[in-house]
């Protein structure tokens, strides 16, 4: 292999359907407040019904509803006033034909009812004597027994993360603990002679600070991982092997930033291929052709470009998905995306996949341009548009989705 030009180079598409290590977390029960985003590692059935008995759904009167049929503001229904359901309890009456009961929403339907008329369509113009003027059909003002979830049915299936619904659905079925993938121990790596950390008060010359770790951990943080900042390793020969040496064991992914070119001083390829296997040296993606994916003793290794936008762009692409399989989760949750125009043509290579950072105003769609060196064109932008790889670009005009950063 020459140390001048990447090899094995893939497209984005070939790197979603191919790189797929089989490393997936341990399996760790959390109580519910914690398990928002969390993937559970199993469907979870639910242990009995939900509600689990008779609801009404509106304040009114429990009817049975063949006493109802023809009941107009002119010829209204007349029933008697049986009693009333209270909140919390079960019903100390049953509606007999002729009769009703005071219902509560929420409350349990007394025995003999078959519907709840809401209380608008109600009168007691005689103490003790409802007067219905709207007809209910059976069913109406009521949910039953196991319509929102049967015995057994799952509360929430296995591997899609879970939203704040899915813990109030848990936490009505009465579990408080679900079985969920651990966070992804995701080990971030910079490395470079120049690469200073972030509270560095004053630089020389040709110093930078560690940008790019920060902004990786707040994607980590945003899939549900748990970044684990790693510190800056050297441009030294075997100071990169080391590091992952020590680091791999209590990692679920380790990445890498910077030193994934073919400069003579990038020495991310030398460290991981002594380590592991590539799977690939260059992406088809602009930015961030300069990556490299690996597997290093079962543990996922991703060499970014070195520039803080490009690290972020590819990360997105391609570390995203690999991060959510590893705890179980095949689909990443889709990001929130809107339709915008086109404010300019846009050129690409088939055969790439270009991400264009674009600020969205009033339905137009304005690209951003810059060399990705500078990390402000991605902080001002709104979101991303995708010219995909079959494509050679996209025409000023053309309506386009734009994912955006939340
Ligand atoms: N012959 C070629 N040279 C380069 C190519 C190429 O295809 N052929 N691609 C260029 C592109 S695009 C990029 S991106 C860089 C990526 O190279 P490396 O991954 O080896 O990264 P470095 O050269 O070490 O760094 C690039 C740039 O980013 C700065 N940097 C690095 N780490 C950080 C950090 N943690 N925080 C802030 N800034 C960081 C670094 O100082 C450099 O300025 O290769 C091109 N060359
Ligand atoms: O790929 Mo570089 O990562 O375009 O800036």
Redesign the pocket.
Known sequence: MSG?E?FTTRTVAEALAGFRPAHRTAIESVPLPAALHRVPAAEVPSPHSLPGFTRSTVDGFAVRAADTYGASDGLPSYLDLLGAVDMGAAPTVSVRPGGCVAMPTGGSLPEGADAVVMVEYTAETVPGTIEVTRPVAPGAGIVRADDDVATGAPLVPAGRPLRAPDLGLLAAAGVVSVPVHARPRVVII???D??VPPETASLTAGQ??????SALAGLVLDAAGEPVVAG?VSDEPGALKDKLTAVLPEADLVVV???????A??E?MGAVAALGDVWCHGLAIK????TLLAECGGIPVI??????L??LVVFGQVGIPVLWRLSGCETPPARPTTRARLSRDLASAAGRLDVVQVQVRDGVAEPLFGP??L?SVHTRADGYVIIPEPATGLDDGLDVDVTLYA
Not at 303 to 308: I, K, V
């Open positions: 001048r990447f910079s490395t470079g120049e690469v930078v600070r560690d940008a790019t770790a800056i930033s910077a030193g994934s070119s073919v400069g001083r990038d991310t930015p961030g052709k300069p060499g970014l470009p070195g520039n803080p490009s690290a990705s060196a990390l």
